[in-house]
């Protein structure tokens, strides 16, 4: 599968404030969480706020033995058009959101979101929005492998 990445620091993505996003990938590698925290890192920040999801072990009251992510192509540009919006709607020094795609384990981190504000009350609202966003528009799609057997697909159209 061919995985759109896009890193956007340094690359004019928001006009008004391009150095505002400063990561924005799909990536078929681990994610690394200190490597998001440090992207939004701003001596102006008084809040840094990261969001971190992971594989867990039960979904559905049915145990899972791993999960399956899947992007469609055009994955990376909606992705960057969540992280694009949450940028020019939330008073942020920076922004960042990672997604992995592929086969994970119980543990493994499939998404890092993270959000830096002088002040911690935008640095949540930015990184909660960010989430959610993400999960309701991007078109990335689960496949849950449960214990007893069987499989359920999350997102898919």
């Not at 150095?19 to 992207?39: C, F, H, K, Q, Y």
Request: hydrophobic share 45%.
């Amino acid at each position: 599968m061919r995985v759109q990445q896009l890193v956007a620091y340094g690359r004019p993505m928001h006009a008004s404030r391009p150095d505002v996003i400063r990561s924005v990938a799909i990536r078929e590698t681990p994610l690394a969480v200190d490597d998001v925290r440090a992207a939004v890192a701003d001596p102006a920040a008084g809040g840094v706020v990261v969001f971190v999801g992971t594989v867990r072990e039960q979904d559905q009251g049915k145990g899972v033995v791993r999960l399956g992510y899947q992007a469609h192509p055009s994955a990376g540009e909606v992705l960057s058009q969540v992280v694009e919006k949450i940028a020019a709607g939330h008073d942020v020094g920076a922004v960042a959101a990672e997604h992995r795609v592929g086969e994970l384990e119980i543990g493994d981190v499939a998404v890092v979101v993270a959000a830096s504000a002088a002040h911690r009350g935008e640095a949540f609202a930015a990184a909660q929005q960010l989430i959610d966003d993400l999960k309701a528009t991007v078109p990335i799609w689960k496949r849950q492998d449960f214990t007893d057997g069987t499989t359920a697909w999350v997102g898919s159209p």
